[in-house]
């Protein structure tokens, strides 16, 4: 049974710094590539960042220069290192594998 724990959310202020982590299992983890998605109220998942197998990574561009993600084979674990962080960036963050099994997710609040 593939699942997802996904954890590291929080209230943050404008500009501050997150990092999400995301446990995998139920998979062969270090062949998939991993991907995080985000969900604002009101609007559609959105792809926010990948990473192959092979350690090439891919951003929204609204998120470039400012999250990395990054993955520990070892630990069957994904991250997201989120910095200077903006109200726009509220949402729940969810990692996946295939698209197909979710998490729960973690919140995100972006606020003063």
């Known amino acids: 049974q593939v699942q997802y724990a996904e954890s590291g959310g929080g209230l943050v202020q404008p500009g501050g710094s997150l990092r999400l982590s995301c446990v995998a299992s139920?998979?062969?983890?270090?062949?998939?590539?991993m991907y995080w998605y985000r969900q604002a109220p009101g609007k559609q998942r959105e792809l926010v960042a990948n990473?192959?197998?092979?350690?090439?990574?891919n951003y929204l561009d609204s998120v470039k220069g400012r999250f990395t993600i990054s993955r520990d084979n070892a630990k069957n674990t994904v991250y997201l290192q989120m910095n200077s962080l903006k109200p726009e960036d509220t949402a729940v963050y969810y990692c996946?594998?295939?698209?197909?099994?979710w998490g729960q997710g973690t919140q995100v609040t972006v606020s003063s």
């Open positions: 139920g998979i062969i983890f270090r062949i998939y590539a």
């Open positions: 990473i192959t197998s092979g350690i090439s990574t």
């Open positions: 996946t594998a295939d698209g197909r099994n």
